[in-house]
Nanobody, 122 residues
């Protein structure tokens, strides 16, 4: 069982930055792949970024490449999403999800956080 808690969302001006955190209760979290997803009202849940438990294995959707960075903390129980140069179209509820393997399909993940709201104003 993996319990995920997300934090770091908020209101930010366009061009600003936020860092989201995904903290896990399981001490085996370092063996899990983690994906960040976002969902805006009326939209499908969208894959944003992912990190595998294997070295040098990250993935980003084209719309955030060069702006967002996913990383795993040294303690191995936290995954971060650093978001720079934020745009109004980044506004959504952001979720982290975990599985033994990395997927871009949200339906494949058994473990999810509660979500954190990110709002980017013009």
């Amino acid at each position: 069982q993996v319990e995920l808690v997300e934090s770091g969302g908020g209101l930010v001006q366009a061009g600003g930055s936020l860092r989201l955190s995904c903290a896990a209760s399981a001490h085996t979290f370092s063996s899990y792949a983690v994906g960040w997803f976002r969902q805006a009202p009326g939209k499908e849940r969208e894959f944003v970024a992912g990190i595998s438990w294997s070295e040098d294995s990250t993935y980003y959707v084209d719309s955030v490449k060069g702006r967002f960075t996913i990383s795993r903390g040294n303690a191995k129980n936290t995954v971060y999403l650093q978001m720079n140069s934020l745009k109004p179209e980044d506004t959504a509820v952001y979720y982290c999800a975990a599985d033994r393997r990395l997927w871009v399909d949200a339906k494949q993940y058994p473990y999810w956080g509660q979500g954190t709201q990110v709002t980017v104003s013009s």
